[in-house]
């Protein structure tokens, strides 16, 4: 079964500034009502210039799976 993408954007959106080595961990809550196969993905802009100037690449993380039964 193909899965659903779901895009979450906006108000969820963070702006933490980490250097090289960092970690940080956000927590979505989400509420499904429909039964089926999704798809989520975190998406990370890297600023080109170290600073809040120009922006950089995009990195995406693994499709994370969840089925709602």
Do not use: C, W
Not at 24 to 42: D, E, I, N, Q, T
């Amino acid at each position: 079964m193909a899965l659903k993408n779901l895009l979450v954007d906006g108000p969820l959106s963070t702006e933490i500034s980490l250097n090289p080595g960092e970690e940080a961990v956000h927590v979505v809550p989400l509420v499904f009502l429909a039964k089926g196969s999704y798809g989520f993905r975190a998406i990370v802009q890297e600023l080109a210039d170290g600073g809040g100037g120009a922006m950089g690449l995009l990195k995406f993380s693994p499709v994370l799976a969840v089925t709602v039964e």
